[in-house]
């Protein structure tokens, strides 16, 4: 990076310290925004100003919301008797497109690793199994990743609610082994949902 002014320089470490984002893709985006019109950096700025001073988690299923609730806890028009659990915004994001599930969602925002020193109280499993005990949820529908962390985290969550009253499923395992659920295309999402069995 020797040669670039220190604005520049500073922008490319703030740009390269995004996920997926190595030094020369950073170096890129930040020649591509020093050369864009004043307006759209300025516009780029400006959503993400917005973005960290208007968003938030929603109070009862922790996905992304606006206001106190999110437009998903908010819809009378969903059951909220089932409840599916998935790891990351970005999960649930998946499985709305595939169109194929109507209920709630809990979001946990991230899978045990310890590794990584992520235990069970890091995520929040406390908070759904108060979902379910207090609102009367019938179904859970168990939607972490099928790798070794997500499994993992499946199989705490149905021993928690093993001795409650609700019906724990997974989802189908029609997602590849050590997939990611934001990047299945929606018709394997959808068979996924539709075949979802007991645990």
Request: include cysteine; hydrophobic fraction near 40%; aromatic fraction near 4%.
């Amino acid at each position: 990076m020797t040669g670039y002014a220190a604005p520049i320089r500073r922008l490319i470490d703030e740009l390269s310290r995004l996920p997926g984002i190595g030094e020369k893709t950073a170096t890129r985006l930040a020649v591509h925004i020093l050369r864009a019109p004043d307006e759209e950096a300025l516009h780029l700025a400006e959503s993400i100003r917005e973005v960290k001073a208007k968003i938030r988690f929603c109070s009862r299923c922790f996905n992304l919301a606006e206001k106190d609730l999110c437009g998903i806890c908010m819809d009378d028009g969903r059951d909220h008797d089932v409840i599916c659990v998935v790891e990351d915004p970005d999960a649930l994001v998946a499985i709305e497109e595939s169109g194929s599930f109507r209920g709630a969602y809990h979001v946990l925002h991230g899978v045990l690793s310890p590794a990584d020193g992520i235990g069970p109280e890091k995520l929040r499993i406390g908070e759904l199994l108060k979902r379910v005990d207090e609102r009367g949820v019938r179904e859970v529908v168990l939607a972490t990743n099928p790798n070794v962390q997500g499994e993992s985290t499946a199989l705490l969550i149905m021993k928690l609610l093993g001795r409650r009253p609700v019906n724990v499923t997974r989802i189908a395992m029609g997602i590849p082994v050590g997939g990611d659920l934001k990047y299945v295309d929606k018709m394997t999402m959808a068979k996924a949902m539709e075949f979802r069995r007991s645990t």
